[in-house]
């Protein structure tokens, strides 16, 4: 402890929007994207072009969803650790191509299709997760290469990992994945010195989560947390959406199937969420083809009708948070909102009705998570030394048992890091090898929970079945992660591990696919850097033709005539050629060339004999 | 009480300081792996006892869990991060263990030598048929939806759970020196919690938890 390290930046990758934090002695602030504006937030949208090669992110790349619907990724995160079968239904409502992932194993996984380029969730997400740490890395002007990421707290270990992953891919040495709610309240707490206890109720884009923390001398301990993977603001839209279409549909006979018309449904259907938050009702109205246009009339009631069903599935969670801690309303000090789906007034009535308190709304809902993951990376990086987080495991840990049960092994709610270790023996006599189902979930049976992937113990030593005892210790960590390791009791020499995970990927899959995204990126930026060239070559040759044109008496015919045809050799070479250095010494060239024709110009001008106008001004040319 | 003393470096190994836990040292954050000998109660540097008040064990948590943690390793070996990991989990358990009464009495069972509950299996001998009684009282109440009728039996069964809490806290603290016929007697009294649990669990039986995963 104590030595000077690496800075570490605090990033909230959210479903729909991201940010970065840094957090210094003055405490904890989300990075702007430049000096002159206050934006902190980047959409979690990737652009791609039709070859699959990454073009914008963020902002920019969200203004062209609606023309660009199927090269145009976003809610990434609801595809992070997840099998292909899991996601079929959600894959129904994103406009972009996802398919299964063709991998020689048993493993269940999910891809996206751009062009003649695939990328699992986690690439995608690393790609944004490098947005990110460019931002950061511009405003410190230093790289950057370690990161708190923040996740939701019902994240199962194999989301934690996926996300992990990205990371790396990203360039990023994760040090520490932190849950959303927590993070929330480190940073509504952290200049609060007096004891409390808070709830974080935390409703995101696709997840929705609540969690029961008490702070007491700085430390931050979860005493439960509950939610839903699969409840969000999204399902708002997604029920305005499902209205609208049918409505049209009995209307005009018509089925929405162009992703354009989904696209735009989707974002009118956020803007009218957006507007209810402060007025009575909102018109819509929505050209659908042939003339025919929509309107539509939504009032505030419709609306909280519409939604009453989701928001009362998170109160129920609410109320079995509490019993976790066994606590009542009563008990609780303080309400955090959290993500902008709190904005809507219905939610925040209901939230306060559950608690009998009225929700803290002070800080941003759309920024505490970010600030907070600036607030851990202080913790860990030593500037921050009188706060810390003791959080809990979402979910119960098991093995699949011998007729499919669920064998439970660490209990949810349980304080993490924690463990707990479990003998295996033989079946067979001469067996070698063990495999085991490790499980994450509350049911009963193995089938109905979360499989994280077959452990498979190797060197077991070949005796008669039920002789081998091979203690294995299954270790939480810090970051709801799970370790494994094994040891043959009679030896005491440690057995290996083998990991097969289900909806995940192998470290040396990861390794592979850092490397790639350094290539693609070097490819996407130099095919960028040739649009550049290319651009900057057009440019300087309309210059020399402008002036070629306006100055025409101080040169003579064949003058002209041999630049206007070096000037279109030139248009098609940049054409044919595709190498940016080529293109630049041949623009430099003819630049060259060209300086005693501007010098002509420029005398002509100024003995006045030739009126120059604006148009030939020197201008910067485009930036490459 | 159980005066035991904790056999293990006495001194910090790395600046020689006093400590005052057997993992951890206040002065250099040097860790030590939990010796052989140390029990929950070494761990989390507490005095032996049944008679616990569950604000200092949670100040004693607090104060160990800020000193482990690995959010304080960050910057160290690999070695000392794993290390404070593994230390970590298992105050967590031991924290987890001494802050729940019936956890603790039988952990304290435990390492007084007591039997096992796979050893012992019985329950107090009019046990058995009062459970049997209640489970068809709370089987008619739940088929006939009768509320108040359900809220007696919670209390009634709430009751008799505290009455037997009450004789485990009196008795736990003499384990050290108590016989095998008492230890045993002990063992019985636990054994009997449980069957009031399933009863209260089959009474608050909430339908939602089990629609958790969706
Ligand atoms: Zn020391």
Redesign the interface.
């Known amino acids: 402890?104590?030595?000077k390290?690496d800075i570490i930046i605090g990033i909230d990758l959210g479903t729909t929007n991201s940010l970065v934090a840094m957090a210094d002695e003055a405490g904890p602030r989300l990075i702007a994207g430049d000096a002159e504006s206050d934006d902190v937030i980047v959409p979690s949208v990737v652009g791609f072009d039709e070859t699959g090669a990454m073009q914008t992110i963020g902002t920019s790349a969200r203004a062209h969803a609606i023309e660009r619907p199927t090269t145009t990724v976003h809610s990434i995160k609801r595809l992070m650790g997840r099998g292909f079968a899991d996601v079929e239904q959600e894959i129904a409502a994103l406009p972009y191509r996802v398919e299964k992932r063709d991998a020689a194993t048993d493993r269940d996984m999910a891809e996206v299709v751009i062009g003649a380029r695939s990328f699992t969730p986690p690439e995608v997400s690393a790609l944004i997760l490098r947005h990110l740490k460019q931002r950061a890395e511009k405003h410190f002007g230093h790289p950057v290469s370690r990161a708190v990421i923040t996740v939701p707290a019902q994240f199962d270990d194999a989301q934690r990992q996926a996300t992990r992953d990205a990371g790396q891919i990203a360039g990023l040495e994760v040090?520490?994945i932190v849950n959303e709610p927590t993070a929330a309240a480190l940073a509504y707490g952290l200049d609060r010195k007096e004891d409390a206890t808070i709830a974080v109720y935390d409703l995101g884009g696709g997840t929705f989560d609540i969690s029961i923390l008490r702070l007491?001398?700085g430390?931050f301990?979860v005493l439960a947390t509950?939610g839903?993977t699969?409840l969000g603001g999204d399902d708002f839209d997604n029920a305005l959406i499902a209205l609208f279409a049918e409505e049209i549909r009995d209307q005009f006979g018509v089925e929405i199937t162009s992703p354009t018309i989904k696209q735009q449904l989707r974002t009118l259907s956020e803007n009218i969420k957006k507007r209810l938050s402060d007025r009575d009702e909102a018109q819509i109205e929505i050209a659908i083809g042939n003339d025919k246009v929509y309107r539509k009339t939504i009032t505030r009631n419709a609306f909280e009708q519409m939604i009453a069903p989701f928001v009362i599935r998170t109160l129920?969670a609410c109320s079995?948070a509490m019993?976790t801690a066994s606590l009542t309303p009563g008990d609780i000090d303080q309400v955090v909102l959290v993500g902008g789906s709190t904005r809507v007034p219905y939610v925040r009535k209901r939230v306060a009705e559950v608690f009998n308190t009225k929700p803290y709304t002070a800080l941003n809902p759309e920024h505490v998570v970010g600030l907070g993951a600036g607030v851990?990376a202080s913790?860990?990086?030593?500037i921050e030394r009188d706060v810390?987080?003791?959080d809990v495991t979402p979910l119960s840990l098991g093995i699949e048992t011998l007729g499919g049960a669920m064998g439970k092994l660490i209990a949810a709610n349980?304080?993490?890091?924690?463990?707990a270790s479990e003998t295996f023996t033989t079946f067979k006599d001469g067996q070698t090898n063990i495999k085991i189902n490790v499980l994450q979930?509350?049911?009963e049976l193995a089938k109905?929970?979360?499989s994280l992937g077959v452990f498979e113990l190797g060197g077991v030593p070949p005796m008669p079945a039920g002789l081998p005892k091979i203690s294995v210790t299954f270790?939480i960590?810090?970051n709801g992660i799970l370790n494994v390791s094994a040891k043959e009791q009679r030896s005491g020499k440690a057995a290996s591990i083998q990991i097969i995970p289900s909806h995940g990927l192998t470290r040396d899959e990861v390794k592979r696919m850092e490397q790639e995204a350094i290539t693609h990126a070097r490819e996407d930026m130099a095919a960028h850097h040739l649009i550049d060239v290319r651009t900057t070559l057009a440019f300087d040759l309309n210059k020399v033709e402008s002036m070629l044109h306006r100055h025409s008496s101080q040169f003579d015919e064949t003058e002209i005539e041999d630049f206007r045809q070096r000037i279109a050799e030139l248009r098609t070479f940049a054409q044919s050629c595709d190498d940016p250095t080529k293109i630049n010494e041949r623009r430099e060239a003819f630049n060259h060339s060209t300086l005693p024709l501007a010098e002509r110009a420029m005398t002509a001008a100024l003995s006045g004999s030739v009126a120059t106008d604006d148009g030939d001004n020197i201008q910067a040319p485009p930036s490459n | 009480m159980d005066e035991r003393a904790i056999s293990l470096p006495v001194k910090c190994l790395s600046c020689n300081e006093q400590l005052t836990t057997p993992i951890v040292c206040d002065g250099c954050h040097t860790l030590y792996p939990v010796p052989q000998s140390a029990d929950f109660f070494d761990l989390l540097s507490i005095p032996r006892t049944f008679a616990l008040d569950s604000e200092s064990l949670s100040r004693a948590y607090r104060s160990i869990a800020r000193q482990i943690h690995p959010d304080t390793f960050g910057g160290d070996s690999i070695e000392a991060r794993n290390l404070s990991t593994r230390l970590s989990a298992q105050i967590n358990e031991a924290f987890a263990t001494l802050r729940d009464p019936v956890k603790r009495a039988a952990y304290i069972l435990e390492i007084a030598g007591g039997p096992s509950a796979i050893e012992v299996r019985e329950v107090p001998g009019t046990l058995l048929g009062e459970v049997m009684m209640l489970r068809e009282e709370i089987e008619q109440a739940q088929k006939s939806g009768d509320e108040a009728a359900m809220e007696k039996h919670r209390e009634t069964i709430t009751t008799r759970r505290e009455d037997t809490l009450r004789l485990i806290a009196d008795r736990a603290d003499a384990l050290w020196e108590a016989s095998d016929e008492d230890k045993k007697a002990f063992r019985v009294l636990l054994n009997s919690i449980k069957y009031f649990d399933n009863l209260l669990a089959e009474l608050q039986a909430d339908p939602l938890a089990a629609g958790k995963d969706h």
């Open positions: 402890m104590g030595e390290r040090v520490r007491e001398d430390v301990e509950n839903d699969h129920d079995r019993k851990q913790i860990l990086s030593g810390l987080l003791l349980v304080k993490i890091p924690c463990q979930g509350e049911r109905d929970c979360r270790l960590d810090q």
